[in-house]
């Protein structure tokens, strides 16, 4: 299969493209910088130069192609609105360039869009009301297509998609303990969180391309509820700190992000069966605590990382 790819430089795209290319598959990728289109071909794939506001752009990308995976998501996360918009517009270019055809449109979207405080599954409804509802409609504006003759699926990805060079959430907790010489969760800790390692979520990413079904929802979960305090604790024990217990608004000035604070104070357990059985994805990677024990998350490198991501939500 030829797969046009978007986001395929970024954080989990290039785990993505390896897979894609050792299952086979040519890529062709989305290169809006010099820098993207030399990293998309260390990888094996084809720069395609372009942005997601290049619409005539992602158009070509995609009827050139045999399928389409959108990873791409970007912007002032300070503007949902326009977030919203970008993204359905692009996924809207892509799915046209597809219709009638019925070859493959992935999207990415993430369980943060669950409701709160249960275990959702893949047939729950998205919450309007959630920490990340600005992903909604472009998940409905992908599935949109399965009813114009493209096998139209959503990935949803955990909050924490761990594995080598994770610049993301955890990183931001490992960063500040260092800063503070605390690790720190909120209330009792209890709070659960869904993760997945990069390496199974490329897998997952290639399952739905080949056989998703057209309307799939896919749950990218290897584990469905780790707790936060086994996390702030893990970290501890590795930079020998103590964990301590903070309120929201305690935590907004040792994460120094009200946003941060937030996050992290969330229950959002999710359950990934159904994902697994439909297309016999077995994630057998490490598991988010062994990566923190025997991973790269303590390396300087990873702290600059993670301060240079994090610093624009910073007060």
Avoid at 63 to 84: N, T
Avoid at 290 to 300: I, K, N, Q, W
Wanted: net charge negative.
């Amino acid at each position: 299969m030829h797969v046009f790819v978007t986001g395929g430089s970024g954080q989990t795209g290039p785990t993505v493209v390896t897979e894609l290319v050792a299952a086979g598959h040519t890529v062709t990728g989305l290169a809006r910088s010099d820098s993207a289109a030399a990293r998309l071909e260390s990888l094996g794939a084809t720069p395609h130069r372009g942005s997601l506001e290049d619409l005539d752009s992602l158009r070509r990308g995609a009827e050139a192609a045999d399928g389409v995976l959108h990873m791409a998501y970007g912007g002032d996360f300070a503007d949902p609105d326009g977030l919203i918009r970008r993204d359905c517009a692009a996924i809207e270019a892509l799915g046209q360039a597809l219709a009638g055809s019925g070859r493959p449109l992935v999207s990415t979207s993430g369980t943060l869009v669950a409701r709160a405080g249960r275990v959702s599954t893949e047939q729950d409804p998205p919450d309007s009301d959630s920490v990340a509802a600005f992903r909604i409609a472009g998940e409905q504006a992908c599935l949109d297509f399965a009813a114009r003759g493209v096998r139209a699926a959503v990935v949803r990805l955990a909050p924490t998609v761990h594995g080598p060079g994770d610049h993301g959430f955890i990183p931001a907790l490992i960063a500040a303990a260092r800063r503070v010489g605390v690790s720190a969760y909120l209330g009792d800790g209890t709070n659960r969180w869904p993760a997945v390692h990069r390496a199974d979520a490329a897998v997952l990413f290639r399952l739905a391309l080949e056989k998703a079904p057209a309307g799939s929802v896919l749950h990218g979960v290897g584990e469905s509820a780790v707790t936060i305090r086994s996390v702030a604790e893990r970290i501890g024990q590795v930079l020998g700190l103590p964990a301590v217990s903070l309120t929201l608004a305690q935590a907004a000035d040792h994460l120094g992000s009200p946003f941060l604070a937030r996050f992290f104070s969330l229950d959002v357990p999710v359950a990934s069966e159904h994902t697994r059985a439909l297309l016999g994805w077995t994630p057998e990677h490490a598991t988010l605590l062994a990566d923190l024990e025997d991973g790269d998350y303590f390396t300087p490198e990873a702290s600059i990382r993670a301060e240079e991501v994090w610093a624009p939500h910073n007060r």
